[in-house]
C-alpha cells in the first residue's frame, strides 16, 4: 500500500465558534519531488529543485486556505522575525537573511508561519487578545538559550502579550529504541 497524505489539524484558540488560531502538520507525502526528496519536501535547505519545493509550498498554502505561507531560514538559534505586511513580497524565499532566524511572529490574518523540524521541536504561540501568533522553531541550542522566553518577551514588546493570554502547542517528537 502506497503512502498517503496524512495531516493533522487543530486550533489553538477558540472565541465562542470562531476559530482565532489554527495548525496543520503535515508529512512529506502528496507533493511533486522526486527521488530522496519525495515528495512533499518544502525544504529550500537540503539541495531539492527550488522550483518544486516552491510548488510544493503552494500545495501546502493551498490545503490550509493561507494567503501567504511563511517560512524561515532556521538555523537552530534565537533570532527572530516580525513579519509585517511589507514582508510578504519576499516570502518565496525564506525569510532571515544570512543570519536566519528561529521564530516568525505576526498579526497578520490568512499568513501562515511555517516551522519545519525532523529531531527539533516546533512550538505555536497565540496571544488571543492582541491576535499575534508566533510559530518557534526550538533546536538544542535555542532550547538552551531560551528561545521561547525569548520569544514571548518579543511579543510582549511587538503586541503587548502578556503570559496571561497566551495559548501554545508544542509538537511532540516520538522515537522508536
Not at 535547505?45 to 532556521?74: C, M, P, S, W, Y
Not at 516570502?91 to 508561519?113: F, I, K, R, W
Amino acid at each position: 500500500m502506497a503512502a498517503q497524505q496524512e495531516w493533522v489539524y487543530g486550533s489553538l484558540s477558540r472565541q465562542g465558534n470562531t476559530i482565532q488560531a489554527r495548525y496543520a502538520v503535515v508529512n512529506r507525502y502528496g507533493g511533486s519531488s522526486d527521488g530522496p526528496f519525495a515528495s512533499l519536501n518544502i525544504g529550500l535547505h537540503v539541495g531539492d529543485n527550488r522550483d518544486i519545493v516552491l510548488t510544493n509550498r503552494k500545495v501546502v498554502q493551498r490545503e490550509l486556505g493561507l494567503d501567504t505561507l511563511v517560512f524561515a531560514r532556521q538555523t537552530h538559534g534565537t533570532e527572530m522575525l516580525v513579519i509585517g505586511a511589507e514582508d510578504l513580497a519576499a516570502c518565496a524565499d525564506d525569510l532571515g537573511g544570512e543570519s536566519g532566524c528561529d521564530a516568525l511572529l505576526t498579526t497578520l490574518p490568512a499568513v501562515g508561519l511555517a516551522v519545519q523540524h525532523a529531531d527539533c521541536q516546533a512550538v505555536l504561540l497565540h496571544d488571543y487578545r492582541h491576535r499575534a501568533v508566533a510559530a518557534v522553531h526550538c533546536g538544542w541550542r535555542g532550547s538552551v538559550q531560551n528561545i521561547l522566553a525569548a520569544a514571548v518577551n518579543r511579543m510582549g514588546v511587538e503586541y503587548k502579550t502578556d503570559l496571561s493570554t497566551i495559548k501554545k502547542s508544542c509538537r511532540t517528537l516520538f522515537s522508536a529504541i
